[in-house]
Nanobody, 122 residues
Framework: QVQLVESGGGLVQTGGSLRLSCAGSRRTFSNVAVGWFRQAPGKEREFVAFINWSGGNTAYADSVKGRFTISRDNAKNTVYLQMNSLKPEDTAVYFC???????????????WGQGTQVTVSS
C-alpha cells in the first residue's frame, strides 16, 4: 500500500506561483505513476497532470498546459507540481494519487492523498 501526503498549498495572488509536493511512504513509490487532480467547490474532480514511474512520460490537462510542470525525485519519494501564472479558476483542493501506470482518469488510481487547498485571489 502507498500512503501519500500533499503539501505546499496556500493563498496566492493571480499570476503567482506555488509548488505542491506529494510525498510517498515507501520505496515502491518509485515504481508507480502519480497523478494530480483537483476539485473545486460544487464541481467534479478533474485531471491536472500525471507522470510515469521514471519521469519520462508526462501529460497535462489543456487548462494547465504551459503553466504547470510535473516532476519527480524518486530518491526522495516525492512528486512535484510547479504551478505558475496562477488564475482564480485554479482555486481547488489538489490531490495526488498513485497507480502502476499513468492515466488521466481518476477511477484508475487506487491510492490518494488527503488534498491540499490552493486559493488564487483576483
Amino acid at each position: 500500500q502507498v500512503q501519500l501526503v500533499e503539501s505546499g498549498g496556500g493563498l496566492v495572488q493571480t499570476g503567482g506561483s506555488l509548488r505542491l509536493s506529494c510525498a510517498g511512504s515507501r520505496r515502491t513509490f518509485s515504481n508507480v505513476a502519480v497523478g494530480w487532480f483537483r476539485q473545486a467547490p460544487g464541481k467534479e474532480r478533474e485531471f491536472v497532470a500525471f507522470i510515469n514511474w521514471s519521469g519520462g512520460n508526462t501529460a497535462y490537462a489543456d487548462s494547465v498546459k504551459g503553466r504547470f510542470t510535473i516532476s519527480r525525485d524518486n530518491a526522495k519519494n516525492t512528486v512535484y507540481l510547479q504551478m505558475n501564472s496562477l488564475k482564480p479558476e485554479d482555486t481547488a483542493v489538489y490531490f495526488c494519487a498513485a497507480e502502476p501506470r499513468g492515466t488521466p482518469y481518476s477511477k484508475d488510481y487506487h491510492y490518494w492523498g488527503q488534498g491540499t487547498q490552493v486559493t488564487v485571489s483576483s
